[in-house]
């Protein structure tokens, strides 16, 4: 397992690295430009709005999951009844493929046969709900096929870390006469900051490599509007046959990782080590 990840892993991502200061095409060479890919890189309009389209549905899917997954969690774990039912209908999307999830999501959304064409031909005229076409707001459709698809298996896991929380401390919140949403806000939910740490952790991975979603059920479009920096990254290297550009976006990705994951890192171990 080491040996795997210091030479597959490592070794891959430096090999990237080094070819990314390259003008390699369809097959990769050494011949140095500098930062020549990294300047096209940056001055390209679809990388930009690759990088916009990323952040708000990283921002939305992080905070929706953790909320919905976490709300959904603390309603089984009042033992309601049908439970098990409930728990294998909120996670069955995940046992989908994003691709699987991208084209029933693209049905479902779909203005002719779709949410708008059902609600039309019950009277209401007017509606509209059209997302995947409309530039302003295709990446809302999108996140709703990707919460659909992910909130199930954070809500797993926001159940798992409920149930390991002692009965006592709730028996004495009742009787201190504490309410619930305080309990939860005040003693809960510090408790369980291992259990958020591993939902972010997956939550973010997901959202890094959002790539097969996007082409399932929008292809990037309309025109470019729902573009994210995976996609611009396989169309670099596959359909445009320019390895150096899509070593430098994979790159960049990678970079972004570092920055969120360092810092993190050094406040979680750095401060446990001085304790």
Known sequence: MIATAVIVFM????????????????????????????????????????????ALYGICSLVLTLVIGFVLAAMLDRKIRFEDAFRTIFLYPFALSFIVTGLVWQ????????????????????FTFNPLNNPDIVMFGLLIAGLWQGTGLIMC?????????????????????????????????????????TAIVLIASGIIKLYDLVVAQTSGGPGISSEVPAKYVMQSMFGGQNLGQGFAASTMMLLSVVIILVPWALLEFGGRKRG
């Open 157 to 197: 896991i926001m159940l798992a870390g409920l149930r390991g929380i002692d009965d006592d401390i709730w028996k004495a919140s009742r009787v201190d006469g504490i309410p619930v949403w305080k309990t939860y806000t005040r003693i809960i939910i510090p408790m369980m900051r291992p259990v958020f740490v």
């Open 107 to 126: 049905w479902i959304l779909n203005p002719d046969y779709g949410v708008q064409g059902v609600v039309r031909s019950l009277g209401w005229e007017s």
């Open 11 to 54: 070794g891959g991502t430096i090999w990237t690295v080094v070819y990314s200061f390259t003008s390699s095409g369809l097959l990769p060479r050494l011949n140095w430009v500098g930062l020549d890919q990294y300047e096209r890189l940056w001055g390209t309009t679809k990388w930009i709005i690759s990088i916009q389209n990323l």
